[in-house]
């Protein structure tokens, strides 16, 4: 592992790190991820409820919860992701390509949200990160319908024929709760992609 790491910060670069794990991904938006299964309106109905009943600060980091900006800020970008998630040409979902065990699909909107601190004792160390990955329930509905597409893909003709399988969670897994758990031991929640909007959307 030394020398990988090593070859990988050498000029040029050498070794395995130097090696894409996926040369191409899949972006997918939710509407498409749903189908008909009116998933995707369910999802942005529950985001624009939990912004108009309250409820939505809940989900905040503790030290949020009760502060009015924050909040605020919170609501406004809820509902920003709601429109972006109801529309089938802005992907909700990236997934690389790639041989071998796990699922290497994330989600490029979270709800969730966390924090990032200076280290009060030592301000030039490392700062202090609560991810707080999924601490929004909505990801998890994100992921079901996510799951549940990528399921489909390897069913097609085109990927039989190809000689792909579901390794993973396999044939038993089929509930919510069940695909849920799978979800979270196994998927990367958000890939720690930043979040944010431009001007354009």
């Known amino acids: 592992m030394a020398d990988a790491i090593a070859g990988f910060n050498e000029t040029p670069a050498r070794g395995p790190y130097t090696l894409a794990l996926g040369n191409s991904a899949l972006?997918?938006?939710?509407?498409?991820?749903?189908?008909?299964?009116?998933?995707?309106?369910?999802?942005?109905?529950?985001?624009r409820a939990m912004v108009s009943d309250g409820t939505a600060a809940s989900y905040l980091p503790p030290s949020y919860r009760n502060d009015p900006a924050m909040i605020a800020g919170y609501k406004s970008q809820l509902l920003a992701t709601a429109h972006?998630?109801?529309?089938?040409?802005?992907?909700?979902?990236?997934?690389?390509?790639?041989?071998?065990?796990?699922?290497?699909?994330?989600?490029?909107?979270?709800?969730?949200?966390?924090?990032?601190?200076l280290n009060l004792t030592d301000p030039l160390s490392q700062p202090a990160l609560d991810y707080r990955a999924g601490t929004n329930p909505l990801d998890f509905d994100q992921h079901l319908a996510h799951v549940r597409f990528l399921r489909k893909i390897i069913t097609t003709p085109t990927m039989r024929r190809l000689g792909a399988v579901e390794t993973a969670p396999g044939s038993s897994v089929q509930?919510?709760?069940?695909?849920?758990?799978?979800?979270?031991?196994?998927?990367?929640?958000?890939?720690?992609h930043p979040y944010g909007f431009s001007s354009s959307h």
């Not at 997934?95 to 966390?114: K, N, V």
């Not at 799978?182 to 720690?192: A, G």
């Open 27 to 47: 972006y997918l938006s939710l509407p498409h991820a749903s189908g008909t299964s009116g998933a995707a309106a369910a999802i942005v109905a529950k985001i």
């Open 84 to 117: 972006l998630l109801a529309n089938p040409e802005a992907p909700s979902l990236e997934t690389p390509w790639a041989t071998g065990p796990g699922a290497w699909a994330f989600l490029l909107h979270p709800l969730s949200r966390g924090t990032v601190r």
């Open 175 to 192: 509930s919510d709760a069940q695909l849920i758990e799978f979800v979270k031991d196994s998927i990367i929640l958000s890939f720690q």
